[in-house]
């Protein structure tokens, strides 16, 4: 690993400004939208997904709106885990550290667990879970060497409880980042680096189709800057929007499961 230089974070406290911010899943949906909040605030970007020309579009757009901002972007399957390694050390050379990693790529399928669509679950939980790990380990090594840095995990409401239907592995998909970053959270109690977990309920995005909105869906601009607020607060766990998620993750929680199961 190159040598690394002294962060803004290194230098301050929790309340500092990071400036320098990896986001992957950032060619669309919640990615998109962290990247265009953060870029409005003046915030360096690193910028991965599978669709680079995507990718290459927003990052021209958002300099010519953000012209003293520098923003790399690189093309990124994040289940190509040594590939997840490369990326995040080549954006960390390309902008002179990484102040904050956004583990936000992920996959929202699913089929009910034993009707013959393994293939579709399966997948569900590499991306969610093991590439979420291998986006993780290749941040807190950067935050290690760095002696500081935030990690941030998007989870998902689903993650309250076991769901069905279609939502049984992104549940638990979603549970087992929730856990996985709380470790990172515990490991780390002790030093400066920050890990914060989000859990989005229903956010309308350009993945959300019609079909699926429900009458606790909010907009894309309420939601996604709900996720920025609580990310720059750097929170623990955060539920978001607060009004209704927080009470209704209280319900998930403790509701009956065939109450909870008719919710979903």
Known sequence: MAPL????????????????????????GLGEG?????????????????REDRLISLRDELLAQNPGIRIGVRALDVNDHPRVFEVFEQLRQELGGLDRVI?????????????????????????????ALAQCEAAVEIFRAQRAGH???ISSMSA??????????????KAGVTALA????????????????VMPGYIATDLSS????????????????????????????????????????????????RIVARMA
């Open 210 to 257: 019609t079909a699926s909105r429900t009458p606790l869906m909010v907009s894309a601009e309420k939601g996604i800057s709900a996720m920025v607020n609580a990310i720059e607060a750097e929170k623990a766990v955060a539920k978001v929007p607060g009004w209704p998620w927080i009470p209704v993750g209280f319900a998930m929680r403790h509701l009956p499961l």
């Open 34 to 50: 962290m990247a265009r909040r953060f870029a409005a605030l003046g915030r360096d970007l690193a910028l991965c997904a599978r």
């Open 160 to 173: 309250m409880r076991g769901l069905p239907r279609n939502l049984t592995t992104y549940a638990a998909s």
């Open 182 to 197: 709380e470790g990172i959270r515990a490991e780390l109690l002790k030093t400066p680096i920050k890990v914060s977990t």
């Open 5 to 28: 230089r002294a962060t803004r974070a290194s230098r301050a406290s929790k309340a500092a400004i990071r400036k320098s911010i990896l986001i992957t899943g950032a060619s669309s």
């Open 151 to 153: 990690l941030v995990v």
């Open 103 to 131: 583990v936000n790529a992920g996959l929202g399928k699913g089929q009910p667990i034993g009707t013959g669509r393994f293939k579709v679950n399966i997948q569900t939980a590499n991306t969610n879970f093991t590439a």
